[in-house]
């Protein structure tokens, strides 16, 4: 009996051992998997928000782009959509998200210091 248990207590242990390996490798690489679908998806999402809203600040027509923002951000069922100038400042949100965006992000911060300045002009 005791000769059996020394022989199954470690291939036991190692079987676990092997087993929870594999399971945080599957984890980790499913995260990864869904950050870059997620950023693929929202690459899409932009341009095609980019697509629909360019014609409109031509024209300079802030109801518009209200309603496009709007719809946008109610069809493809998110939080919200905010759009900005080449300086930074908010042309257009969605009504969810007025009240987190109080203060300006920083991720648009970012975005309009590294834009290039042949851009900005």
């Known amino acids: 009996m005791r000769t059996t248990l020394k022989i199954v207590l470690p291939l036991i242990v190692s079987v676990a051992a092997v087993s929870l390996f594999f399971a945080a490798y599957q984890v980790r690489t499913e995260k990864q998997l869904l950050r870059n679908d997620l950023s693929r ?5 932009g341009e095609s928000l980019q697509e629909s ?9 802030d109801r518009s782009l209200q309603r496009v923002v709007e719809r946008f951000g109610q069809r ?8 900005y100038s080449d300086k930074g400042a908010l042309l257009a949100i969605t009504s969810g998200l007025a009240p987190v965006f109080r203060l300006r992000p920083t991720a648009v911060s970012r975005a309009a210091q590294e834009m290039p300045e042949s851009a900005n002009s």
């Open 76 to 83: 493809e069922h998110l939080k919200g959509v905010a759009v």
């Open 53 to 61: 809203i360019e014609p409109l600040l031509d024209r300079a027509q």
């Open 41 to 45: 998806r929202a690459e899409i999402l």
